[in-house]
């Protein structure tokens, strides 16, 4: 029980994943906002519009098919419930973000 608290206790916080990739696009927004900040409000819509798109279309996914989850199925059908949910999540991202 020592070892598993010495480990726990010497064990470093990591960082989310892509928090380098988000940090670089803040500073991305706060130089835009710089040069136009009229713009600042149209990215947000459209960043809004995808984000949204993919949240409505793992959404859908799981509605439609709920006992064909890509990480519940046989290891040779998994690819295949990866790329039904992907494109139904491209489908969802594009109808907003076309569509609107």
């Known amino acids: 029980m020592n070892n598993f608290r010495a ?4 064990r470093r916080p990591k960082m989310p994943r892509l928090t380098f ?6 500073a991305l927004l706060i130089g835009l906002y710089l ?17 949204g798109g993919a949240v409505l279309g793992y959404w859908i996914d799981r509605a439609l098919f709920p ?9 040779s ?16 991202v594009l109808g907003l973000t076309l569509g609107l």
Request: overall charge positive; hydrophobic content about 55%; aromatic content about 8%.
């Open 21 to 26: 990739w988000a940090l670089i696009t803040v």
């Open 35 to 51: 040069i136009a900040p009229t713009k600042i409000a149209v990215v947000l819509y459209k960043a809004a519009l995808v984000t």
């Open 77 to 92: 059908h998994q690819p295949w419930a990866g790329l039904r949910r992907a494109i139904i999540v491209l489908a969802c």
């Open 67 to 75: 006992y064909a989850r890509p990480d519940q199925t046989k290891a």
């Open 7 to 10: 480990r726990l206790r010497n």
